[in-house]
């Protein structure tokens, strides 16, 4: 399978349902008068591992044929899809070996060692994730879950827009936030079939901006290793399946600047009690910096997690 559909996403969502929560839409006034908007935010900070990527995760381990799966999975990620697949791998009784790199948030490679899986770190300077994943793959011979370029994990992370919609039904607009593509590719799809004239954009950082790029330029574009806080998107191209979708669905990209960011997670923190990490934050930044196009009125936003370095927090008095 390489083209995701509606029926695919609502086959993950019956797949993934005993592990992953129906997360809260919140609202704010205050939010809404300072964009001129209502704002439906959906909120994966409450999943189960703090972020959206359980879903994706799930939908990919449950989906290994059965004669595969006592091998067990391997995969690489900054720390939320660590998590994830971490706990997927667990439910399903098989072993899971992560690849992160060796800066990470600490409590993100922690949670993911806690949660019985084993983590090999490697300097994302000089090393190549993806290629420490195969080989250890090819070694073991366990089944390698891409963190986003695989339309199992597409599919999985579309529920997140098929549940906001199925509680808020009349958008006008949408935003999704964009590091590799799984999550705004995957909400591009049900959104697009679910409500055809809705607008949909992503967000994502300056300084992380290799989506945005690629699509003005109409094909990928590889940037330096950006250097942000949000830690989740920093991608240096966006997935080469996750931008096709992105390219077809996605009106554009949204950047916001490390202030931007910085101000959305203390209001989201001391205004609507939401704990975000900077990446889940984007969104609302975008937002906040005025970004969104006019005409957009009703607009459903995704924090996408919530797993957020508590030194980066202690920043936000400054």
Known sequence: MSEVTLDDIRAAAARIAPIAHRTPVMTSRTFNALVGA??????????????????GAANFVFSIPAADLP???????????????????????????????????????????????????????????????????????????????????IAGQGTVALELLDEVPDLDAMVVCVGGGGLLAGCSIAARAL?????????????????????????????????TSADGLMATTPGALTFAIIQRLVEDILLAGEDDIRRAVKFLLTRMKILAEPSGAVTAAALLAGKLPPGCKRVGAVISGGNVDLNFLRTLGD
């Open 38 to 55: 209502e704002v439906f935010f959906k909120c994966e900070n409450f999943q189960r591992g703090g972020a959206f990527k359980i879903r």
């Open 71 to 153: 091998r067990g999975v391997v995969t690489y990620s900054s720390g939320n899809h660590a998590q994830a697949v971490a706990i997927a791998a667990a439910a399903a009784g098989v072993p899971a070996t992560i690849v992160m790199p060796s800066d990470a948030p600490r409590a993100k490679i922690e949670a993911t060692r806690g949660y019985g899986a084993r983590v090999v770190t490697y300097n994302r300077a000089e090393e190549d994730r993806e290629a420490i994943g195969r080989k250890i793959a090819a070694e073991t011979g366990a089944t390698l879950a891409p963190p986003y370029d695989h339309p199992w994990t």
């Open 195 to 227: 409500r055809p004239s809705l607008r949909i954009f992503g967000a994502e950082p300056e300084a992380s901006n290799d989506t945005y790029l690629s699509l003005h330029a109409g094909h990928r574009v590889e940037i330096p290793m950006p250097v």
